[in-house]
């Protein structure tokens, strides 16, 4: 048996990543009312829980901050079904999914055309090692972080810990470096984008404060986007950042199996998996990107194969917080601790 089958768990008998992407082509078109009845059942009890904490500001603070953290997986879920206007497989018509992204982004603090073009550089680049960079979690190999000064292990150590990755970093992500185009500086078009998006969320920020004061700012709107984002932060963490997981050079690197043996199978509580939209199926996503969110459960259902491929639950996804460095040889991530033993 290959080394890369030994890795999937997949058997010589069983479809190819590359074969994979002829079977989930049927999965790939998207229903105009489904997705509209999950966007309205999304969107509905968004608007319906920021109006309550709104009149519970009058009752107590502590009943608004708690409604305003359970309205933080609607807006997760806005964010995934935003991700799917970027993929093309929210609705059919391309024009009406990117409109709907756009207004999405005034919500989920992301300028829609510059994520979706990052986004698109991560699909593409997903598990290679050359082209890092845009749209990951920044990963260094044993050997280079092992080159670096003692200054540089510091920093890369500090970007690494769970208090600035998942503490610190989806406040600065989504409040700070999503202000502007990073990555694509130069190009007018995600300047607009990026521009556009901080003029709309500073309106709506100033009918908030002329209508209701800071109160609403600091104890439904701050807490509901910074939730949301440390969750989406994480979720996207676990799905490429486990040990078993997948890089290569520019010589080995393949699209399909990047994606295959390079994404988690992130296995959820139904109440959990409905409000992250399924994103945790993220193998699947990632081999056929155009398949609606709604129907990644279709996949699992008809193929066990995929269902078992890179499961993760989420007590197991606890131990990847502490993984930060690939090693080639043995074609792991470890810890830096597992590193140093080396």
């Not at 309205?40 to 409604?67: E, K």
């Not at 972080?145 to 920093?155: C, D, E, G, H, V």
């Not at 901080?198 to 609403?216: D, E, H, K, T």
Request: proline letters at 4%.
């Amino acid at each position: 048996m290959s080394e890369q089958f030994k890795k999937s768990g997949l058997t010589p008998e069983q479809p190819s990543a590359k074969d994979w992407v002829k079977v989930l082509a049927k999965y790939r078109e998207p229903s105009t009312l489904r997705s509209s009845f999950e966007l309205a059942v999304t969107i509905g009890p968004f608007v319906a829980l920021w109006a309550a904490a709104w009149v519970a500001l009058d009752v107590s603070y502590w009943l608004a901050f708690l409604i305003s953290m359970v309205n933080a997986a609607f807006l997760l879920r806005l964010f995934i079904i935003q991700h799917d206007c970027g993929h093309g497989s929210f609705y059919t018509n391309r024009t009406l999914s990117d409109w709907l992204g756009r207004v999405l982004g005034v919500l989920t603090l992301t300028p829609y055309d510059v994520w979706r073009r990052t986004h698109s550089i991560h699909h593409s680049n997903a598990g290679h090692l050359d082209r890092r960079g845009i749209g990951d979690v920044h990963t260094m190999t044993v050997a280079e972080y092992k080159a670096l000064s003692p200054w540089n292990r510091l920093m890369y150590r500090l970007y690494r810990h769970p208090v600035v990755l998942f503490g610190l970093g989806p406040g600065y992500l989504f409040f700070i470096q999503n202000r502007i185009p990073l990555g694509l500086m130069s190009q007018v078009r995600y300047w607009a984008s990026a521009m556009g998006t901080n003029a709309a969320i500073l309106a709506a920020l100033l009918v908030i404060l002329y209508f209701g004061g800071l109160m609403p700012i600091l104890l439904i709107y701050l807490p509901s986007t910074l939730l949301a984002a440390t969750a989406g932060v994480w979720l996207f963490y676990v799905q490429h950042q486990f040990e078993t997981t997948l890089w290569d050079s520019e010589e080995d690197w393949q699209l399909h199996d990047a994606a295959l043996h390079g994404s988690s199978h992130y296995v959820l509580p139904p109440v959990l998996q409905w409000l992250s939209g399924n994103i945790g199926i993220h193998h699947v996503h990632h081999l056929y990107s155009r398949i609606p969110f709604y129907r990644l459960t279709e996949v699992v259902r008809d193929h066990a194969n995929l269902a078992e491929h890179n499961r993760m639950t989420i007590r197991e996804s606890f131990a990847n917080a502490r993984l930060h460095l690939w090693d080639e040889s043995s074609r792991r991530l470890l810890s830096f601790r597992q590193a140093r033993a080396l």
